[in-house]
């Protein structure tokens, strides 16, 4: 039995309302959870209320309000001390601006995190693939563990070389990996995925060797100045970290947001591809490195949280499908609500 064009219409009608309801349900619920978590102290040895939305919700009026005055000049700008103090002192005030930017990377970091996994998943056309196979969190943990061993307590204010040695020693391991599997692939292809994954987890295991034997290396104290960095417990949310944190997401998420209708042409078969005159290995090339630095960016500053790279796509290709511009907005809406969670 055929349907008329009226009732396909009506099923194209219908199916997107749905799909849009879900949208902006998925949207609240999220960002509901941000709100939450601003109203707690993270880090509250010192206090004994754990849940504090009215002391908070003060304090970020006030930023705004002095925003505002110092934007326009206004009398209130100079009366800083004041207001603050109104407010609950310098802790309170201050205390929940540092609240703001670390719940804001969480949300960022878990949203890279997520969709660089559907990326992932969608050009190896593999479920279990994940930017860890092209040795990311491996580059990162040399990266940490090297920062440690050279300045020690010291590691925490040195931020930029930080920056510097997990960046580069996760360049070296992609570009490894990306030039082993395409040489181990076939002239023909150019590209295979066994063979990439193959060399991402022989040179992952290489270089997870020598972060092993310098953890083993490491002072007592040292060895937890690691675990605080590598495990995300302490995360810096000073200005400068800010701005490099958002500057390296914003690079890295926004060539995959604009060309996201395109990213389902990678999930397709190259015989498909070819015949239908379509070129996959830039926008393949593109999705790896993209997904490398975003991966690589919030695991330095949220430490190792790759495993929502493996389970939010998986999960939301069987709920909204393998439509990878609808994969993409669910991947950072969930992937963000989790990490909050999770940190939470």
């Known amino acids: 039995m055929q349907l008329r064009k009226e009732e396909l219409r009506q099923s194209w009608k219908t199916d997107q309302k749905k799909q849009r309801k879900r949208f902006w349900i998925t949207l609240g619920v999220v960002f509901v959870l941000f709100l939450l978590c601003l109203c707690f102290r993270y880090h509250a040895y010192d206090y004994d209320d754990k849940f504090c939305p009215v002391e908070y ?3 970020f009026a006030l930023a705004i309000r002095l925003l505002f005055a110092r934007i326009f000049d206004t009398p209130l700008w100079y009366q800083k001390d004041a207001a603050i103090a109104a407010v609950g002192g310098d802790v309170s005030y201050y205390g929940a601006l540092a609240q703001l930017r670390l719940v804001l990377m969480t949300f960022v970091a878990g949203a890279a995190v997520s969709l660089s996994g559907a990326i992932f998943q969608t050009a190896y056309r593999n479920p279990m693939a994940s930017p860890n196979i092209i040795g990311a969190s491996a580059g990162v943990g040399l990266g940490n563990v090297v920062v440690v061993m050279l300045y020690s307590a010291a590691c925490f204010d040195h931020i930029l070389l930080r920056y510097q040695y997990c960046y580069g020693f996760t360049a070296l391991c992609v570009l490894l990996v990306l030039l082993l599997g395409k040489i181990a692939g076939s002239k023909r292809e150019n590209y295979s ?9 022989v040179i992952s295991q290489i270089v997870n060797v020598f972060t092993m034997y310098f953890m083993y290396n490491l002072e007592d104290e040292d060895l937890v100045l690691y675990e605080l960095i590598s495990l995300g417990t ?3 949310t000073s200005a400068l970290s800010m701005v490099i944190f958002m500057s390296v997401m914003a690079i890295s998420l926004l060539p995959v947001l604009l060309m996201r ?3 389902n042409a990678i999930g397709m078969d190259k015989a498909e591809t070819t015949s239908l ?3 996959t290995r830039g926008l393949r090339l593109v999705g790896q490195l993209c997904g490398a630095v975003m991966v690589t960016c919030a695991t330095i ?6 495993m929502i790279s493996l389970v939010i796509p998986y999960i939301l290709r069987r709920v909204v499908g ?14 963000g609500g989790l990490l909050m969670m999770c940190r939470l």
């Open 57 to 59: 919700a003060k304090s």
């Open 277 to 279: 005159g379509i070129s």
């Open 301 to 306: 500053h949220c430490g190792q949280v790759g």
């Open 193 to 201: 995925i066994m063979d990439m994954i193959m060399a991402g987890s």
């Open 322 to 335: 393998s439509d990878f511009r609808r994969l993409a907005v669910y991947s950072i809406l969930i992937g």
């Open 261 to 263: 209708y395109r990213f």
């Open 234 to 236: 302490y995360i810096d």
